[in-house]
């Protein structure tokens, strides 16, 4: 008889819960591969991709979780910045008051898809 070596293979995980795509397409993949996540807009995949392990099992468990934006910096003569949590989640607002003689420039910045915040942070 002959003896043969057959790379180790590991099935496609399971589309996660606002998951766009994962590539490749294909069923399996070979060791050392790995298959990439998207995710739909306003969510961002952790981890991005998984890789295939000897013993054929996947690196890790695809996800895609809220893209969230941190809390913009107090400006000189802001009064408060709502709501106080340190971030908030994609489409969500921060809304900046001023102290008294001063307006917002702009009242709301709102989080995009990129993690970043619409808009300048504020000023008064």
Sequence with gaps: GTFSCEPVTCSKPVLPEHGATITPTSATIEYE?????TCSSGYKPEP????????GQLSGTLACVKV???KPVLPEHGATITP?????EYEETYTLTCSSGYKPEPSEVSC??????FGNTGLC
């Design 33 to 37: 591969e790995t298959y990439t996540l």
């Design 48 to 55: 991005s991709e998984v890789s295939c392990q000897s013993s």
């Design 68 to 70: 969230t934006c941190s």
């Design 112 to 117: 995009q898809s990129s993690g970043q915040l």
């Design 84 to 88: 106080t949590s340190a971030t908030i």
